[in-house]
Nanobody
Framework: QVQLVESGGGLVQAGGSLRLSCAASGRTFSGYGMGWFRQAPGKEREFVAAVSSTGVTRYYADSVKGRFNISRDNTKKTVYLQMISLNPEDTAVYYC????????????????WGQGTQVTVSL
């Protein structure tokens, strides 16, 4: 079991950057795959990125590849999503998530979710 709390969301202009953080609790955090999803109003929740338990393997949705970077610090029990070159299509609530499988990336299926943090990109 893990609890996840996102932070770092806010308003940013197109072309700007933003870094999201996800603080996790749980003794076995270092054994979980971690990832990010996002959801815009009226749209389905979509996968954004995932990272393996060791931080070695990463996987990204095509829509964000080359612009977003996921990383983790197991000592701090924190997962990050660095976002650059943001555009209005990136506007959504971003959710941190955990998969109990340590190597889950391309097949990331969350068991636990955070509350979400709003990211708004203006023109």
């Amino acid at each position: 079991q893990v609890q996840l709390v996102e932070s770092g969301g806010g308003l940013v202009q197109a072309g700007g950057s933003l870094r999201l953080s996800c603080a996790a609790s749980g003794r076995t955090f270092s054994g979980y795959g971690m990832g990010w999803f996002r959801q815009a109003p009226g749209k389905e929740r979509e996968f954004v990125a995932a990272v393996s338990s060791t931080g070695v393997t990463r996987y990204y949705a095509d829509s964000v590849k080359g612009r977003f970077n996921i990383s983790r610090d197991n000592t701090k029990k924190t997962v990050y999503l660095q976002m650059i070159s943001l555009n209005p299509e990136d506007t959504a609530v971003y959710y941190c998530a955990a998969d109990r499988r340590p190597s889950a990336v391309a097949d990331f299926r969350p068991n636990w979710w955070g509350q979400g943090t709003q990211v708004t990109v203006s023109l």
